[in-house]
């Protein structure tokens, strides 16, 4: 879990009448093949559920990628609301003094220098999902009621 650092996100969350400092990412959970089913959805609900009892986080966050899995195990442990969608593109850099790349994520690009590639293949957009805890103590926009936010 982290507190919310990008830009986008914060005013998203925002929009939706919730404090982004009290607001929790679910960051980088990955079930290894042969985990028992439903591993990720407990693990998302217990997490919501010691949130709610021990915390005062408002809501928590996290990306799903349609081109990649079904989402299921985020939607049965609560995270079910498509909060923002935004483009998903894989950049590759060449590894210096030979032929191959490898795949760099957006931050990291900021620090590297050498030649750069998009993926070409079409891909679904990455999803933002929101699991409200509370309700939200600020007044949401009322535009986007029952909307999400499409940075596409």
């Given amino acids: 879990m982290e507190k919310i650092d990008r830009e986008y996100k914060k005013t ?3 929009l939706k009448g919730y404090d982004y400092n009290k607001v929790v990412d679910f960051t980088r ?3 290894v093949p042969n985990s028992p089913m439903n591993t990720s959805s407990v693990m998302f609900a217990l997490a919501r559920n010691y949130l709610r009892k021990n915390t005062d986080i408002q809501a928590c966050l996290s990306a ?5 899995a079904n989402g299921m195990s985020m939607f049965a442990g609560g995270l079910d609301t498509v909060l923002v969608a935004k483009p998903l593109k894989h950049t590759f850099v060449q590894i210096p003094g030979t032929n191959l790349f490898k795949h760099v994520v957006k931050r990291a690009q900021e620090d590297l220098k050498g030649r750069f590639v ?16 509370t309700g939200p103590p600020l007044k949401p926009n009322e535009e986007l009621n029952g909307k999400m936010i499409d940075l596409t």
């Fill in 29 to 31: 959970l990955y079930s």
């Fill in 64 to 68: 799903f990628m349609p081109s990649y």
């Fill in 118 to 133: 998009e993926s070409n293949i079409p891909l679904l957009p990455t999803l933002e999902l929101l699991s409200p805890i």
């Fill in 12 to 14: 998203a969350v925002l």
